[in-house]
């Protein structure tokens, strides 16, 4: 099993910036792709980014491409989502994630574990 905890949601104004972490249990959390998709009220559960188990391969939604950075470090058992350039557009509920392979694929259904999820909150 795995256990996902995210960290470093909160409030900020359109332009700003917010990085959030997810911190993963495991010894064997080098074995995992990871992702991040976020989920606004009435709306589904929608894929964000996405980054293969060694860091050299990652994926963006056309929403936010250009604007939030994925990485990780294994040997912190983390991975994080440098959000820049906030919109209002962004606001919703941010899940980290952990695929059942070393790499992704843009759908929820494909993921195998799932953090509780922190708030993201862009005003205008």
């Known amino acids: 099993q795995v256990q996902l905890v995210e960290s470093g949601g909160g409030l900020v104004q359109a332009g700003g910036s917010l990085r959030l972490s997810c911190a993963a249990s495991?010894?064997?959390?080098?074995?995992?792709?990871m992702g991040w998709f976020r989920q606004a009220p009435g709306k589904e559960r929608a894929f964000v980014t996405a980054i293969n188990w060694s860091g050299g391969s990652t994926s963006y939604a056309d929403s936010v491409k250009g604007r939030f950075t994925i990485s990780r470090d294994n040997a912190k058992n983390t991975v994080y989502l440098q959000m820049n350039s906030l919109k209002p557009g962004d606001t919703a509920v941010y899940y980290c994630?952990?695929?059942?392979?070393?790499?992704?694929?843009?759908?929820?259904?494909?993921?195998?574990?799932w953090g509780q999820g922190t708030q993201v909150t862009v005003s205008s």
């Open positions: 495991g010894r064997t959390f080098s074995s995992y792709a």
């Open positions: 994630a952990a695929y059942r392979t070393g790499w992704y694929v843009p759908s929820p259904g494909h993921v195998g574990y």
